[in-house]
């Protein structure tokens, strides 16, 4: 485990001295690990910005910006890099409030030589791996709580059309028992009754599916929203670009749609448009929908990748 943390490891190192940053890149990629240098703080501020680094090993002093300015705007927009401050100067140690009020993880006196380097980078890259296990776990927990409640309510919907089914079933029991002559009618009324209640079953055990067809993923959607659209008065269209399959995750695009659709439907009707087709490897769905904009739909990306769900004018879409 250590050796591959260790290896994939990002390390980004700032210092206004060439030579400082010549021997820490050396010491450090010699232990395999990926290193990145900048002299200009700022030149390493906008990389960060683009490149999520385990550990930022970070001169305290330095002439165009000092370390605790450069955390500051460090922390503006990540809160996960792992801080080192670094500083030759062993009677200017950076205050320990100070580095314990920016977020800062430990500081490192760079006379002390590599042995110290690599002991503390490491126990940075250690902090940083289980760190990012730790908000994963949380992520999926956080995802499948909201999942959950999700499924909850289309049970509650679908319970309700299945109780219809079964009203059915049973009126139609009555009448075969009084007139046996229109036996074969009703029994096919019945049949029909059970296969509606089967499909039902089957579709809300739409979360085990990991490939689908879009024609199978169009029937699942509109029966497991059908009682949200009758309550809401609303209607949804779907259409398909091209019949292809979703291969990997169906079950997320499920959820992301009827999440969408039931937030789109609240307290109002509306017309829904669903379009779903393949870009390159992947799967866009796109919803388009009146008074989008007034919508809060941020627990949608408890399903989705950062990044992946765009709202635009009157529609929004996810690509998996």
Same mark, same amino acid.
């Given at each position: 485990m250590e050796e591959n943390i260790y290896k994939?490891? !990002?390390? %980004? %190192? &700032?210092? +206004?001295?060439?030579?400082?940053?010549?021997?820490t890149k050396d010491c450090l990629e010699f232990e395999e690990m990926q290193v990145q240098c900048f002299s200009n703080p700022n030149e390493g501020l906008e990389y960060l910005k683009n490149n999520k680094a385990d550990v930022l090993l970070l001169d305290f002093f330095m002439p165009q910006m000092n370390g605790d300015e450069f955390v500051?705007?460090?922390?503006?927009?990540?809160?996960?890099?792992? %801080? @080192?401050? #670094?500083?030759?100067?062993? +009677?200017?140690?950076?205050? !320990?409030?100070?580095? /314990?009020?920016? *977020?800062? #993880?430990?500081? =490192?006196?760079? =006379?002390?030589?590599?042995?110290?380097l690599l002991l503390m980078t490491k126990a940075a890259i250690k902090t940083?791996?289980?760190?990012? #296990?730790?908000?994963e776990k949380d992520k999926k927990i956080s995802e499948l709580q909201f999942k959950n409640s999700i499924k909850g309510g289309i049970i509650t919907n679908t319970v309700n059309e299945a109780k219809d089914q079964l009203m059915q079933i049973a009126g139609m029991n009555t009448i075969i028992a009084s007139d046996t002559s229109d036996y074969e009618e009703e029994t096919k009324c019945i049949s029909n009754a059970i296969e509606k209640i089967e499909k039902l079953y089957d579709a809300l055990n739409f979360e085990y599916i990991?490939? @689908?067809?879009?024609?199978? $993923?169009? /029937? @699942?959607?509109?029966?497991? $929203?059908?009682?949200?659209? $009758? &309550?809401?008065?609303?209607?949804? +269209?779907?259409?398909? &670009?091209?019949?292809?399959?979703?291969?990997?995750?169906?079950?997320?695009?499920?959820?992301?749609?009827?999440?969408?659709?039931? =937030? =789109?439907?609240?307290?109002?009707?509306?017309?829904?448009? %669903?379009k779903v087709h393949k870009i390159d490897n992947n799967t866009k769905v796109t919803i388009e929908a009146e008074n989008l904009n007034n919508k /809060?739909? *941020?627990?949608l990306n408890k399903l989705m990748e950062d990044n992946s769900i765009e709202v635009y004018g009157n529609t929004i879409s996810a690509i998996l």
């Open positions: 994939n490891a !990002l390390i %980004v %190192v &700032i210092d +206004d001295v060439e030579e400082v940053l010549s021997s500051k705007k460090l922390r503006e927009f990540n809160n996960e890099t792992i %801080v @080192i401050l #670094q500083t030759g100067y062993s +009677d200017k140690i950076p205050p !320990l409030e100070m580095i /314990d009020k920016m *977020n800062i #993880q430990g500081y =490192l006196d760079k =006379l002390k030589g590599e042995d110290e940083a791996y289980l760190s990012k #296990q730790i908000r990991e490939s @689908i067809s879009f024609n199978e $993923l169009r /029937d @699942i959607i509109l029966l497991l $929203l059908k009682p949200t659209l $009758l &309550i809401s008065k609303s209607t949804m +269209d779907f259409e398909l &670009i091209e019949n292809d399959n979703i291969e990997n995750n169906a079950s997320t695009f499920i959820f992301f749609i009827i999440e969408t659709v039931k =937030l =789109l439907t609240e307290n109002c009707k509306n017309n829904i448009k %669903v /809060d739909f *941020n627990n």
